[in-house]
């Protein structure tokens, strides 16, 4: 029927239940590291469509995090599970929030490779001391 057509908007998603400490466990055990790879993934991936749909749009969103591309599998897990363990605050929120948060603290998109693990007291990462 022409004319019939009434847009509707989504105006709230659901998201995931899973918790920040579900994600931990999950990425510090064996049985769980391909699903935590694949949830990480997943959200990568997230950021980097929202990213180019909002592009195809015409509007600009801002960037959350850019990951460098050869960081992934055991380095990224390595990355959010040890962010965590500095963030008790987000053991309860929404993993996908904490996981964001996570990599924005890390790879902002200002920023170069940086070292996953922190550099020993004394020295910052580029050479001075």
């Given at each position: 029927m022409?004319?019939?057509?009434?847009?509707?908007?989504?105006?709230?998603?659901?998201?995931?239940?899973?918790?920040?400490?579900?994600?931990?466990?999950?990425?510090?055990?064996?049985?769980?590291?391909?699903?935590?790879?694949?949830?990480?993934?997943?959200?990568?991936?997230s950021?980097?469509?929202?990213?180019?749909?909002?592009?195809?749009?015409?509007?600009?969103?801002?960037?959350?995090?850019?990951?460098?591309?050869?960081?992934?599998g055991?380095?990224?897990?390595?990355?959010?599970?040890?962010?965590?363990?500095?963030?008790?605050?987000?053991?309860?929120?929404?993993?996908?929030?904490?996981?964001?948060?996570?990599?924005?603290?890390?790879?902002?998109?200002?920023?170069?490779?940086?070292?996953?693990?922190?550099?020993?007291?004394?020295?910052?990462?580029?050479?001075?001391?």
């Open positions: 022409a004319g019939m057509y009434v847009e509707q908007r989504a105006e709230a998603q659901n998201i995931s239940s899973l918790p920040g400490r579900g994600l931990v466990s999950m990425c510090t055990h064996d049985s769980g590291l391909l699903a935590c790879d694949g949830y990480l993934a997943g959200t990568m991936d950021e980097v469509w929202a990213r180019n749909y909002s592009t195809v749009e015409g509007v600009h969103a801002p960037v959350a995090f850019c990951v460098p591309k050869e960081i992934r055991a380095q990224l897990r390595a990355l959010v599970v040890g962010w965590y363990a500095g963030h008790d605050d987000a053991m309860s929120e929404p993993a996908g929030r904490g996981i964001y948060r996570a990599l924005h603290d890390n790879y902002p998109c200002s920023s170069t490779i940086r070292p996953i693990v922190s550099a020993p007291v004394g020295q910052s990462g580029d050479g001075k001391q």
